[in-house]
């Protein structure tokens, strides 16, 4: 092994939860991973607390952001660092002002600067306003290394340097059970924001009950974002059909998540959220073996192919949502069928050993002396 690859050092600086969302799980999973030969330093970013804090401006985020500058500093003064990794933030004021501050003061220390794009919407955000396209070319252009998560999940795209696809990946339990049911089981796994669709899904479920008048079970597992919408998805809840049963919404972790992952019979995730990207609980339900509902929606295709590993439907189209839950109801076989493709594009694509894989592979070449 040559020494440029024995003396790769990186400073990994992103944000882990909490609080919990896809972002900050995949980033915390490679700051846990085993990357050797790569000597990781590691700085987290925890700027926000709770969902309710995400993109909003607190007095502690700006002291967070010096003390942030600060570790960063101290830290390529001890190492030495010639490769950064850095985790984008959303595309909203907050998190691109974070990006801005820190990647302008920290950048010129690192020979490499290798950018994670998670959010769906930083382009969008950036390309509203020439303002802040310039802004954006200053700080992720200039021989960056993009990561984006597949060919669908948008990410600014600059002359010089390098476009790479890193699909997200998980490990998931091997001893999976699926026990069959009386009830038509529908499930969503994800933070309980009004754009994930989950109130789409309720009104496509009760669409779909009124059709069929049999037991159907959905489950929303996931934190509320704040009262507001608690307020109204229990509004929605309280007026289902009597033949829809809907536990009490909750977040789950862990074991009970995937326990109640295994424990359905169809994935829906209608998400048209503003950040969606290339969403972790997709690949959760795809390693449960569980076929998928999704939208069509930002990088969705790159995990999805319709009628091959899911079902996709147009956003916001809450019938044709109705229309692909009746199909997965009414064809046992197209739900197995699916299934098994989805859980086999997981084994070949999505793993955890997959995803830390590319990105040792990439730190180990931007590592390099040689590497242009």
């Known amino acids: 092994m040559s020494s440029s690859i024995h003396d790769a050092t990186v400073m990994m600086v992103g944000v882990v939860p909490p609080p919990v969302h896809g972002q900050s799980i995949a980033t915390q999973a490679l700051f846990d991973a085993d990357l050797s030969p790569v000597k990781k330093i590691l700085i987290p970013i925890r700027s926000s607390k709770t969902l309710e804090s995400v993109g909003k401006f607190t007095f502690s985020k700006v ?3 010096i003390l ?3 570790k960063a500093w101290a830290a390529w003064l001890r190492h ?6 850095y985790t984008a933030g959303s595309g909203a004021w907050i998190p ?13 220390l690192f020979r490499r600067t290798l950018i994670h794009y998670h959010s769906g919407n930083l382009v969008e955000f950036l390309e509203a306003s020439r303002f802040r396209s310039i802004m954006g070319r200053f700080i992720y252009g200039r021989d960056a290394w993009t990561i984006r998560l597949g060919e669908h999940c948008p990410a600014p795209i600059y002359p010089g340097g390098r476009v790479l696809d890193v699909p997200n990946g998980i490990d998931a339990p091997t001893d999976l059970l699926h026990e069959p049911s009386a009830s038509f089981r529908i499930l969503f796994l994800g933070n309980l924001f009004k754009d994930k669709g989950v109130i789409d899904l309720i009104d496509a479920v009760s669409v779909l009950a009124e059709k069929h008048p049999l037991p159907i079970t959905l489950s929303l597992i996931g934190g509320w974002p704040d009262g507001e919408i608690r307020k109204e998805i229990e509004s929605r809840i309280a007026a289902l059909p009597a033949n829809v049963t809907c536990p009490p919404p909750a977040p789950a972790y862990g074991p009970a998540k995937w326990h109640a992952t295994s424990s359905h019979d169809v994935f829906a995730f209608p998400s048209y959220y503003r950040s969606e990207n290339f969403p972790l609980v997709i690949i959760e339900a795809m390693a449960a073996g569980l076929p998928v509902i999704a939208s069509d929606w930002r990088g969705i295709p790159s995990l999805v192919k319709d009628r091959e590993t899911g079902l996709l439907v147009p956003p916001r189209d809450i019938h044709r949502l109705a229309s692909a839950l009746e199909n997965l109801l009414l064809d046992p076989a197209l739900r197995t069928r699916l299934a098994e493709q989805a859980t086999a594009f997981y084994q070949e694509h999505l793993t955890a050993a ?8 990439i730190m180990i070449r931007a590592s390099s002396p040689d590497c242009k």
């Open 63 to 65: 002291s967070g952001l």
């Open 68 to 70: 942030l500058v600060l």
């Open 80 to 85: 030495r660092p010639s490769v950064l990794y």
């Open 96 to 108: 691109f002002i974070r990006d801005f501050v820190f990647l302008t003061l920290c950048r010129p």
């Open 354 to 361: 997959a995803f830390t894989g590319r990105v040792r592979a």
